[in-house]
């Protein structure tokens, strides 16, 4: 059975500073890996997916995520966060039909 | 990219009366949809998977009979929260996925609707 485990619930960063959001995976097979931002009260936005390939994967507002196998990990980073980064990030697993198992997620908070 | 719309954004209903909610796939059709669930701090959960033109696929421990899918056309799946209940108030997003196999499942999600039943 396929899992997502984000480990942090809740990350505090300065604005300014990197970020690194956790995300380990469970899946017999090659997994399809994705990063979503949800604002308050909005839906899901994509900000990156890695299907094949290279395993450092680019994504939208200057967040890039790495794949690992050998630690089932697929982890988010940013260099510089914005206060408008603050917001649920949710990693998700999907299998080629296009069914998600979403992990809890982490509310980034971002202080001045 | 693609579009998924969602209607209404927002519901306040009475308890015991039905409530429909609308997905669309706006530029592109879908055999597929799925309808997630989210409760307030919590992640989505998968309550049901929609097929055009066949019965819907519901997750353990979702009455099928409580939400009612129905998958009318390529471009539209509606959830349908029978009897509603307060514990049924939550946040209902749906997703499409475009493109199909390998490589190519993007999921689209809708924006949400939010259910207050009181």
Known sequence: AQSVTQPDIHI???????????????????PYLFWYVQ??????????????GDTLVQGIKGFE??????QSSFNLRKPSVH??????YFCAVGASWGKFQFGAGTQVVVTP | GAVVSQHP????????????????????????????RQFPKQSLMLMATSNEGSKATYE???????????????????????SAHPEDSSFYICSAPKGSGQGG???FFGPGTRLTVL
């Open chain 1, 12 to 30: 505090t960063v300065s604005e300014g500073a990197s970020l690194e959001l956790r995300c380990n995976y469970s899946y017999g097979a090659t």
């Open chain 1, 39 to 52: 604002s308050p009260g909005q839906g899901l936005q994509l900000l990156l997916k890695y299907f094949s």
């Open chain 1, 65 to 70: 995520a790495e794949f690992k196998r050998s």
């Open chain 1, 83 to 88: 206060w408008s980064d603050a917001a649920e």
């Open chain 2, 9 to 36: 954004s927002r519901v306040i209903c009475k308890s015991g009366t039905s409530v429909k909610i609308e997905c669309r796939s706006l530029d592109f059709q879908a055999t597929t949809m799925f309808w997630y």
């Open chain 2, 60 to 82: 353990q421990g979702v009455e099928k009979d409580k939400f009612l899918i129905n998958h009318a056309s390529l471009t539209l799946s509606t959830l349908t929260v029978t």
């Open chain 2, 105 to 107: 499942n993007e999921q």
